[in-house]
């Protein structure tokens, strides 16, 4: 009988449990569309520093609706546009997708390469053998997410790449993506890897010239100065002028600087996001992404550059900086109310996310009393090259510094049986010493150097043996190699400043909500990819972000 009784108890666990296991529901829903949005060198504290003065449909929408991971981490050195639109699409990090700077030395050849450079494809919708022109995504080794959305709907899915910078349109629209779009002299172009010629929508679209129209306008802050929140004043001694020699300063007229440095002036300005985001809606008109007859989700890859370039020229602390984020803000709002009417609200799944951030201006930092400094890179290769001559009797040992690696020739050390481990014994030993070096770390060896384990782990990620150097320089915080005339702002660093970027979900699939917890930038394709039910990249190495599910 008690036996009989406790049947019967485990009759109705089992049936209660398997009631409860009945409502959910594992089915294949999944959005029509996924548009990835990545601002190049957003530092996550853009999200909060202007908060206030976001209107309520772009960041503060985004944030409000959707899900946020506060703490999202890029996890390798070094923190550039290349390797980290490469890392957010494969989940994946330098030693596995090869994509190991915006530029690399590759080992067996010692030439240098740029990171989307392709001499077997030409341009298409500019002179077929312009430089600039030649790009596709062969160095990557890995796939992406929009790779596997491929894959798994029998190239059925659309996917299109978007970005003012070939890298940014390129490498995340994958090996297998329809289009990608750059800009080069103002007019949107991609390469023979894709088509063989623009299509007539991207060519009237180009014809409508657009850029001109913005070069003509100028550019004028949104708001009264005095009310911007950056302190220091429009015309401050951190900026670089567009025009050697002639302080940039609102109003800023373009047309005549435009005549100087030519008319890709327009990608220095709030207006290159602007122009990025009319096209990503004239593709989604013309295209029809996100209504896919096959019935399976689109994707949509966009990469504001404006952020990075305006970064780039007027440093982290300008009016222009902030005026650049409050305009792209609306752009956004207004991108968004575009998807709520075309796809439907909640049918389409957006995240928006950032390749690195950005450090101070350096002698911002120093004139404000804190440590920073510029390191004389060239000068100091020049001097341990003259040391390693003495003692080996050979010139250039060291053929380049690079992505702050140190590239050893290894061909001459080989053919001349130099020794090369007392070689980078000499050269760890003289970056050690030196002003504004944290840490020196041998390639092969940095597991056993004496460097904290979460910059030991960025190093080890950041190195594919084929296509970084053989020695790690680690800068002291706000410190870089001496670049232009040391205005503006730059990156590259494992610093918070560089590799804390915003992660920000919204729409379809997406639990509004957030976490503190420690998430990385290697997350984002896994997590997108689960939405998708599809597999996540070959390369993978991240984890799904299992809070922002629904
Ligand atoms: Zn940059």
Not at 66 to 82: C, D, K, R, S, W
Not at 223 to 241: A, G, I, R, T, V
Not at 414 to 430: G, P
Request: aromatic share 12%; hydrophobic share 35%; proline share 5%.
């Amino acid at each position: 009988m008690k036996f009989l009784f406790s049947k019967f108890l485990l009759f109705l666990f089992v049936l209660g449990f398997s009631h409860s296991f009945s409502q959910i529901k594992n089915t294949n829903e999944r959005p029509k569309l996924v548009v990835g949005i990545v601002v190049d060198q957003m530092r996550w504290d853009y999200l909060y520093k202007y908060y206030d003065r976001y209107g309520e449909g772009g960041f503060k929408r985004m944030l409000s609706e959707g899900f946020t991971a506060e703490n999202t981490l890029i996890p390798y050195v070094p923190t550039y546009t290349a390797i980290g639109h490469a890392t957010v699409y494969s989940g994946s990090v330098p030693a596995i997708h090869g994509i190991a700077g915006n530029d690399f030395y590759v080992r067996e050849t010692q030439n240098r390469m740029y990171c989307v450079q392709d001499e077997e494809v030409n341009g298409v919708g500019l002179n077929p053998e312009h430089k600039a022109g030649k790009m596709s995504p062969r160095n990557l080794l890995t796939t992406t997410i929009t790779d596997e959305l491929k894959l798994a709907t029998d190239f059925k899915s659309k996917v299109i790449g978007i970005s003012l910078k070939d890298r940014g349109a390129v490498l995340p629209a994958g090996h297998f993506g329809d289009a990608s779009y750059w800009m080069v002299d103002g007019n949107w172009v991609t390469s023979s890897f894709y088509m063989n010629e623009l299509p007539t929508y991207i060519k009237a679209f180009n014809q409508k010239d657009f850029t001109q129209k913005y070069i003509d306008g100028g550019w004028q802050p949104l708001y009264d100065l005095d009310s911007y929140m950056n302190h220091l004043k429009d015309d401050n001694p951190y900026e670089e002028p567009y025009v050697k020699n002639q302080k940039v300063t609102f109003p800023i007229e373009l047309k005549t600087a435009a005549q100087e440095v030519g008319r890709d002036i327009i990608k220095t300005t709030p207006f290159g996001n602007t122009l990025s985001l009319m096209l990503a809606k004239e593709i989604m008109e013309k295209e029809n992404l996100g209504l896919n007859p096959a019935n399976v989700p689109d994707f949509l890859a966009i990469s504001l550059s404006s952020t990075d370039y305006v970064g780039h020229q007027f440093a982290i602390n300008s009016a222009k900086i902030e005026d650049t984020y409050l305009r792209l803000d609306q752009d956004l709002e207004d991108f968004f109310k575009f998807l709520d009417q075309k796809i439907g609200h909640k049918n389409y799944t957006v995240f928006l996310t950032a390749d690195h951030g950005a450090a101070s201006n350096p002698q911002f930092i120093m004139d404000e009393g804190g440590n920073a400094g510029y390191f004389p890179r060239n000068d100091m290769m020049n001097q341990v090259n003259d040391l390693l001559e003495k003692e080996f009797g050979h010139p250039k040992i060291i053929y380049a510094i690079s992505n702050n690696q140190v590239f050893l020739n290894n061909k001459l050390m080989a053919e001349k049986q130099l020794n090369r481990e007392k070689i980078k014994t000499l050269v760890i030993d003289f970056f050690k010493a030196q002003k504004g070096i944290s840490f020196v770390a041998d390639m092969e060896k940095v597991s056993m150097s004496s460097i904290p384990d979460r910059i030991k782990q960025m190093i080890i990620n950041g190195y594919n043996y084929k296509r970084s150097g053989d020695i790690q320089l680690i800068m002291e915080p706000q410190w870089f190699n001496a670049y232009g005339s040391g205005t503006g702002t730059t990156h590259g660093a494992w610093n918070p400043y560089d590799s804390h970027i915003p992660l920000v979900f919204m729409g379809w699939g997406v639990r509004p909500g957030k976490t503190n917890r420690t998430t990385y930038m290697t997350d984002i394709a896994p997590t997108v990819s689960a939405m998708l039910h599809i597999q996540p990249p070959n390369g993978n190495i991240g984890d799904v972000i299992i809070e922002l599910t629904d």
